[in-house]
């Protein structure tokens, strides 16, 4: 069954369904929320606000785009108001170790692969400048594989805008990049 | 620079390849699917509630029986309220007496008229009051009648001396009277 017959199924108020709708959504919403929080337990409570909501909404979904329109939209909203309460209570420090597993990393090769406490630090680090928007183009972009289209349309800023953000984080990584390696 | 971009690309190939992996989704499942349920059923509560109270409105004939009682309501309040206010406007036109004072009935004419423009007050000021020729001989007349049966009560009085004391001691009577009410 597809994603839109589940969720025909659903509106119904079928329970079981969602839990199907549950299981197939939640690793693509969690790689997006953890690229973007690096935080286990935070990316995880994302998803699962990202899927309260989505209950909340189903009839307002009307075809598979949408629906995955949505998903990604709604997690990286919440993934914003994740980051608005960090900003008060900073918990990231960047340090030397960081930069020695991607210089390790780097060396390996093509064959190198991250676990994800080594991903949520590297992209820590690489992207501890940036603003919050920025960094969510970066990660739909670079790492998601999203066309600026779709970026516009989940983050709600023009194509235009889309292109500077992306710009700008890039030159800040890259920056970094050829500072420390 | 071609350096900084190889090796830009080389570490975002890194971070794209090595997606966050969601170890499991039952605790995810879990947590969504009991925080729904709560919510449906608060609002099936609420819903249940909500038609036991007003369902009945429901009813064709109820609802209709109803519609026609609101109306007549407003019309008879909107006629009630017509009613009232030409009272209003016809009670606002008319004398009002405030005053409450013994008099003897008026014989003549003037003194009826003369008695209407005293009790009506300031809603009958003196220069609307129009007297024929014979009503000013008549009101002579009887001003003259009366200083002459005033004079004879005069020297009745001063003639007799017990009378007079009499007399006065019931002015101050009735005068510590007013005073006390």
Redesign the interface.
């Known amino acids: 069954m597809t994603d839109i017959q589940l969720i025909e199924e659903c509106r119904g108020?079928n329970?079981n369904n969602?839990?199907k709708l549950?299981?197939s959504t939640?690793?693509f919403a969690?790689?997006v929320a953890?690229?973007m929080l690096g935080d286990e337990d935070q990316?995880?409570d994302v998803?699962?606000e990202t899927?309260?909501t989505i209950?909340?909404k189903l009839n307002k979904i009307k075809s598979a785009e949408v629906y995955k329109t949505w998903i990604y939209r709604i997690v990286v909203n919440k993934c914003y108001d994740q980051m608005r309460k960090r900003k008060r209570n900073p918990e990231f420090v960047a340090d030397e170790k960081t930069w020695e597993i991607?210089a390790g990393?780097?060396s390996e090769g093509p064959s190198?692969?991250?676990?994800?406490g080594?991903?949520?630090k590297?992209?820590g680090v690489?992207t501890d400048k940036l603003s919050p928007r920025q960094k969510a183009v970066f990660v739909l972009s670079?790492?998601e594989?999203m066309s600026n289209d779709e970026i516009s349309e989940i983050t709600g800023i023009s194509k235009s805008a889309v292109k500077a953000n992306l710009y700008y984080a890039?030159k800040s990584?890259?920056e970094k990049?050829?500072k420390y390696? | 620079m071609k350096n900084q971009s190889e090796k830009y690309e080389t570490i975002i190939s890194l971070l794209r390849k090595s997606k966050p992996v969601l170890d499991s989704t039952d605790e995810i499942e879990r947590v969504v699917l009991k925080r729904i349920k709560i919510v449906h059923r608060s609002g099936l509560y609420l819903s249940e509630l909500v038609d036991l109270l007003f369902g009945w409105v429901y009813i064709g004939w109820v609802r209709r029986s109803l519609i026609a009682a609101s109306a007549a309501l407003v019309l008879v309040f909107v006629y009630q309220q017509g009613v009232i206010l030409k009272r209003i406007d016809v009670l606002s036109k008319q004398t009002v007496i405030i005053d409450k004072e013994k008099t003897t009935t008026p014989d003549t004419e003037i003194e009826k008229l003369l008695m209407t423009y005293k009790n009506a007050g300031r809603k009958f000021p003196f220069n609307t009051v129009t007297l024929s020729e014979r009503q000013m001989d008549e009101l002579l007349e009887s001003i003259k009648e009366l200083q002459i049966k005033y004079k004879d009560l005069e020297d009745l009085i001063e003639g007799d001396p017990e009378l007079k004391k009499l007399i006065e001691q019931k002015l101050i009577e009735s005068n510590r009277n007013k005073i006390n009410l």
């Open positions: 108020g329970f969602f839990r549950v299981t939640s690793p969690y790689s953890y690229r990316a995880k998803v699962q899927m309260v209950w909340q991607i990393k780097f190198a692969t991250l676990e994800n080594e991903t949520s590297i992209i690489l670079d790492l594989g890039r990584i890259s990049i050829g390696l």
